[in-house]
Every structure is written in C-alpha cells, then in structure tokens.
C-alpha cells in the first residue's frame, strides 16, 4: 500500500532558529514528491520535486530528494513567526494524477 | 490566478439531513478531488473526476456521492449525514498533462453534523 509518513508530527521553535521536515514515501512507480504549506486554510504550493539531488530553493525554504532512500526533507532557515504552519508532503505515481499526502508536520514558531 | 472556491465556509446540519458542498474552479482544469482533513489523519480522498461526468472512488466514499455535470463544477453529497462526516472538506484541482501535478486548493468547509 502507497504511504507517506512525515516527522516529527510537531515542532516548536523560537524566531531566528533553522528546521528540518522530513517526508519519507513508498510509492509504486514513484514520479514527484511535493511540498505544501498549510496555515488557517487551503494548503499553498510550495514545491515540486522530480529528480533526485536537484535542491530547490524559494527565500528562506529549500527541499531535496532522494529517490533511492526514498525520503525528503523541507528545510526552513531564519524562521519567522509567519513560517507557523503545517506542512503536507504529497507523492504522486504514474498513471494518475492523485496525490497521497502524509499527516503533515505542524510547525510553531514562537517570538 | 487560479481560483477554487467553495459553496460554504462554515456549516452546521442535523444527522440523517442530505448535504451538498460544492466546489467551483475558473482555471479549465480537467481534474477535480474532494478531500476530508482530520486531526491526526491528514488529508484523505474521497472522490475525484478527470472529465465531465466521469468520476473515481477515492480512499474513504462510503457514505459519500459526486457530481460533475460541467467541467468548472464538482460537487459532493452526503446522502444521509452522520456525525462521524464532521470534518473539514477541501476541495481542489489540477490539470491533466504531463509534469503538471500541482493541486490548487480550496478554502475548505467546516461541516458539522449534530
């Protein structure tokens, strides 16, 4: 059965300090893992990973994968009080267009 | 920009009472998903459609139907409401090409069911 299983569940965190979100996926026929940040409602988009060791970057959030041990991390450096969020992982195989998401992970970054 | 936007934010009804949410995109996308998000379970599937009229069981459609009678519009019905459907409901779509799997979201509707 395909499963996405994000650590640690929580966290919590002061103003300033650096995270680390992992995601770790098994999907048949893996295709892309992707990243979503969820505050009061709908989750936004933040990023899309296909190919493994290829980091992407957007301010102070950057993610990566690895295909052959099938994880990814999500990294946040400098948080800020509007960083406070859960954050989704999603995988999707091929031959569908549906996305199986993990629990997510909430952060809380307190001042 | 894309645009999902959803029926109801907010909504209270009495067991056994027929719910509909709906959910409308302007993007032209060909897919549409309905989730239920629940503490400690993450967002699940319960139905989705790749075309007009054309629909797929998700992971969790017992007590649940779908409608998608034009493409910007999906909707989701609970016959019967019970208690146990009290839920966040999200709503989303997508287009169908490849590399593109990126979901757009809906605000969500917080169903309550007494």
């Known amino acids: 059965e395909d499963k996405v299983v994000q650590s640690p569940l929580s966290l919590v965190v002061h103003e300033g300090d650096t995270v680390t979100l992992n995601c770790s996926y098994e999907?048949?026929?893996?295709?892309?893992l992707l990243w979503y940040k969820q505050e009061k409602k709908a989750p936004t988009f933040l990023f899309m990973l296909?190919?493994?060791?290829i980091e992407k970057k957007s301010g102070r959030l950057s993610s990566i994968l690895d295909k052959k041990e099938l994880f990814s991390i999500l990294n946040i450096t400098a948080t800020q009080t509007g960083d406070s969020a859960v954050y989704l992982c999603?995988?999707?195989?091929?031959?569908?267009?549906?996305?199986?998401f993990g629990t997510g992970t909430r952060l809380q970054v307190f001042p | 920009d894309v645009k999902v936007t959803q029926s109801s934010r907010y909504l209270v009804k009495r067991t056994g009472e027929k719910v509909f949410l709906e959910c409308v995109q302007d993007?032209?996308?060909?897919?549409m998903f309905w989730y239920r998000q629940d503490p400690g379970l993450g967002l699940r599937l319960i139905y989705f459609?790749?075309?007009?009229?054309?629909?797929e069981k998700g992971d969790i459609p017992e007590g649940y139907s779908v409608s998608r009678e034009k493409k910007e519009r999906f909707s989701l019905i609970l016959e019967s409401a019970s208690t146990n459907q009290t839920s966040m409901y999200l709503c989303?779509?997508?287009?169908?090409?490849?590399?593109?799997?990126?979901?757009?979201f809906g605000p969500g509707t917080r169903l309550t069911v007494t």
């Open positions: 999907v048949t026929n893996f295709r892309s």
């Open positions: 989303a779509s997508s287009l169908s090409s490849a590399g593109t799997y990126e979901q757009y």
């Open positions: 999603a995988v999707v195989g091929y031959n569908t267009d549906k996305l199986i």
């Open positions: 459609s790749y075309d007009v009229k054309m629909k």
């Open positions: 993007m032209d996308h060909e897919n």
């Open positions: 296909t190919s493994s060791g």
